[in-house]
C-alpha cells in the first residue's frame, strides 16, 4: 500500500497526491488547482464526466446514491446519505448520481431500483445495496463493505 494517495477534488476534480497519514488530520488537505478543501463532509454530484476522476483514477472507494427526484425512498434517504458522509469522509467520497440526468451511468451499472448503493473502488464495484435505510444500518453496511477494499 503506497504512502501516497490521489484524491479528486470534490469541486473542480483535479486528482491532488497526498500522504495517507494526513487523511485524520482536520482540514485534511486543499486542492492544489482551485484551492477548495478536499474533503467537505457532504456528497458529490456525480455526472459522467466526472466520473473518471472521482470513481477510477480517485484512489478513495466511493459511495453513490443512484437516486431520483420522483422517488419517495430516494427523498427519504437524501438525509441519511448526507449526515453519512460527515461521517464517513475522508475514508470513504460519497456521490449521489441522478438517474434522470445520467441514464448512461445507471445502465452502465445495471441499476433497476433506487435508491441502489454501490461502492467503487478503482472503478470496480466492490458492493450493492437497494432500498432507504436508517443512518445506523449505512454505516455498518459500508463498513462491513470497506473490508474487501
Known sequence: MSDLLHVACPSCDTL??????????PGAGKCGH??????QGKPIALTSARFTAQAERSDLPLLIDFWAE???PCRMMAP???????????????AKVDTEDAPDLAARFGVRS????VLVHHGREVARTAGAMPLPALLGWVRQ?????
Open 34 to 39: 482551485c484551492g477548495q478543501p478536499l474533503f
Open 145 to 149: 463493505a470497506m473490508a474487501a477494499v
Open 114 to 117: 433506487i435508491p441502489t448503493l
Open 16 to 25: 491532488n497526491r497526498m500522504p495517507r497519514t494526513r487523511l485524520d488530520q
Open 80 to 94: 441519511v446519505f448526507e449526515q453519512a458522509a460527515g461521517r464517513l469522509e475522508p475514508h470513504v467520497r460519497l
Open 70 to 72: 420522483w422517488c419517495g
